[in-house]
Antibody
Framework: EVQLVESGGGLVQPGRSLKLSCAAS????????MHWIRQAPTKGLEWVAS????????YYRDSVKGRFTIYRDNAKSTLYLQMDSLRSEDTATYYC?????????WGQGVMVTVSS | DIQMTQSPSFLSASVGDRVTINCKAS??????LNWYQQKLGEAPKLLIY???SLQTGIPSRFSGSGSGTDFTLTISSLQPEDVATYFC?????????FGGGTKLELK
């Protein structure tokens, strides 16, 4: 059974940092691109960042470029999102996902609240 | 960036109704369009990938069509368990962009 389990969320002050993790199991992690997608309270979905299977290519939405870093450890089957210089508008539930054709699996999400 | 305009944003329908939800891309995305269902408090679930391919395990009352810039998700006969919010996603180019969502409720 495929599982994606996010961790590392919480309440953080503006300007501070937080690192999210996503532990994957049930599939060959190193074969698939991975994504972080977020959803602000009562809002729609917003793609945040993606990484290629090897980790050699990364993509970010403009609003997080230079502040967020996506990376992966294929030996540990774990995806990460390092979030620096957090802003109130980064408050959201963050989902990790793998989403290639029919191979689509999402974690249950982790809440990040940026507030003083 | 490619803008995805989803309509309607809210839809009320009766059990057994045929329901259609539309997504319009601001430029050609070929068939790189997915549809997701999100129930309250849950993660999104893939229904349709690449415009018209039904995900494994999804009931056949769900179907997708379209290519280029105009896409449609159809529920042929609405069931109570279909109450949810539906999103489209273009994966033709970076950045990936979602439609604004359609909240579907029972009349």
């Amino acid at each position: 059974e495929v599982q994606l389990v996010e961790s590392g969320g919480g309440l953080v002050q503006p300007g501070r940092s937080l690192k999210l993790s996503c532990a994957a199991s049930g599939f060959t992690f190193s074969n698939y691109g991975m994504h972080w997608i977020r959803q602000a309270p009562t809002k729609g979905l917003e793609w945040v960042a993606s990484i290629s299977p090897s980790g050699g290519s990364t993509y970010y939405r403009d609003s997080v470029k230079g502040r967020f870093t996506i990376y992966r450890d294929n030996a540990k089957s774990t995806l990460y999102l390092q979030m620096d210089s957090l802003r109130s508008e980064d408050t959201a539930t963050y989902y990790c996902a793998t989403d290639e054709d029919s191979h689509s699996y999402w974690g249950q999400g982790v809440m990040v609240t940026v507030s003083s | 960036d490619i803008q995805m305009t989803q309509s309607p944003s809210f839809l009320s329908a009766s059990v057994g109704d045929r329901v259609t939800i539309n997504c319009k891309a601001s430029q050609n995305i070929n068939r790189y369009l997915n549809w997701y269902q999100q129930k309250l408090g849950e993660a999104p679930k893939l229904l349709i990938y690449n415009a018209n391919s039904l995900q494994t395990g999804i009931p056949s009352r769900f179907s997708g069509s379209g290519s280029g810039t105009d896409f449609t998700l159809t529920i042929s006969s609405l069931q109570p368990e279909d109450v949810a919010t539906y999103f489209c996603l273009q994966h033709n180019s970076w950045p990936r962009t979602f439609g604004g969502g359609t909240k579907l409720e029972l009349k």
